[in-house]
T-cell receptor
Framework: EAGVAQSPRYKIIEKRQSVAFWCNPI?????LYWYQQILGQGPKLLIQFQNNGVVDDSQLPKDRFSAERLKGVDSTLKIQPAKLEDSAVYLC???????????FGPGTRLTVL | RKEVEQDPGPFNVPEGATVAFNCTYS??????FFWYRQDCRKEPKLLMSVYSSGNEDGRFTAQLNRASQYISLLIRDSKLSDSATYLC?????????????FGTGTRLKVLA
């Protein structure tokens, strides 16, 4: 079974630029999560989708971050404009339903200069 | 105060040693508990779920104490390959949604 796919794996941008990340969850997984992991910290939930609906985006900085999950499958996370403090690994995870094991993708390592 | 707290370590132990990590959580409504393992520059992967009765998987034993709101992970006969960060994860319902809260992780280094 294929795992969670993410791209790109690495991205370097300058502050105030825009960036987008893509995630393809495990087939059939209804719940999709985007996490931000800053070096030395645990993952912090940014947004959670159930199918194509948002169920939790309370920690998403909505003035600069946006995410969508069209058709309840793939998802994109966008940052516009980026700040230095956005430098982190962005992890996508999926689960068959909200209470089950989460499977993580390899992450996108973002560096903002 | 963070909802899920862990000692960040690092814990440096010799091969063959027994090491224990604790994790405390502050929300008594927490319903599910997990240990995830994260290797350097890799994604987290589920190590084991934690049940009230305690559970064991080979050299790993996890325990939950709901009254004191802490979770523990015991690793016996440590191997070099156990070197990683161990993340404590708590699941609960909030605003009708099931969500997971991660601790900052405890770093383990097993030395030859």
């Amino acid at each position: 079974e294929a795992g969670v796919a993410q791209s790109p794996r690495y991205k370097i941008i300058e502050k105030r630029q825009s960036v987008a990340f893509w995630c393809n969850p495990i087939s059939g997984h209804a719940t999709l999560y985007w996490y931000q992991q800053i070096l030395g910290q645990g993952p912090k939930l940014l947004i959670q989708f159930q199918n194509n609906g948002v169920v939790d985006d309370s920690q998403l900085p909505k003035d600069r971050f946006s995410a969508e999950r069209l058709k309840g499958v793939d998802s994109t996370l966008k940052i516009q404009p980026a700040k230095l403090e956005d430098s982190a690994v962005y992890l996508c995870a999926s689960s068959s339903r909200g209470r089950n094991e989460q499977f993580f993708g390899p992450g996108t390592r973002l560096t903002v200069l | 105060r963070k909802e899920v707290e862990q000692d960040p370590g690092p814990f440096n132990v010799p091969e063959g040693a027994t090491v224990a990590f604790n994790c405390t959580y502050s929300n008594s409504a927490s319903q599910s508990f997990f240990w995830y393992r994260q290797d350097c520059r890799k994604e987290p992967k589920l190590l084991m779920s934690v049940y009230s009765s305690g559970n064991e998987d080979g050299r790993f034993t996890a325990q939950l104490n709901r009254a004191s709101q802490y979770i523990s992970l015991l690793i016996r006969d440590s191997k070099l390959s156990d070197s990683a960060t161990y993340l404590c994860v708590v699941g609960r319902v909030t605003s009708g949604t099931y969500k997971y809260i991660f601790g900052t992780g405890t770093r383990l280094k097993v030395l030859a």
